[in-house]
């Protein structure tokens, strides 16, 4: 079994920057996609950013420019820097596992529990 545990959320004011990690466990770590999603209340959980197990990434339109995605696979790490951020960021981020190299090819097969990030002032 593989877990996720995110770390990081909280409450940060327009502009400002935050870092989420997500710490995962097992060996499927280094040899498959790792993401990130959100939800916002009343929305759909939508998809963040992907780090696959080339070194690739992807970004919804929403956040490019201002999150970056990078992982350590030697620490079993994947993290989420967020900066510039918006109102319409809040939301509770998942961190996800994918059961194959790549977003658009595989399907999640973990998720960690959330955390919360809130951007207001």
């Known amino acids: 079994q593989v877990q996720l545990v995110e770390s990081g959320g909280g409450l940060v004011q327009p502009g400002g920057s935050l870092r989420l990690s997500c710490a995962a466990s097992g060996s499927i770590f280094s040899g498959n996609a790792m993401g990130w999603y959100r939800q916002a209340p009343g929305k759909e959980r939508e998809l963040v950013a992907t780090?696959?197990?080339?070194?690739?990434?992807y970004y919804a339109d929403s956040v490019k420019g201002r999150f970056t995605i990078s992982r350590d696979n030697a620490k079993n790490m994947v993290y989420l820097q967020m900066n510039s951020l918006k109102p319409e960021d809040t939301a509770v981020y998942y961190c996800?596992?994918?059961?194959?190299?790549?977003?658009?090819?595989?399907?999640?097969?973990?998720w960690g529990q959330g955390t919360q990030v809130t951007v207001s002032s």
């Open positions: 996800a596992a994918y059961s194959g190299s790549y977003h658009y090819t595989s399907q999640v097969d973990y």
């Open positions: 780090f696959t197990s080339t070194g690739s990434m």
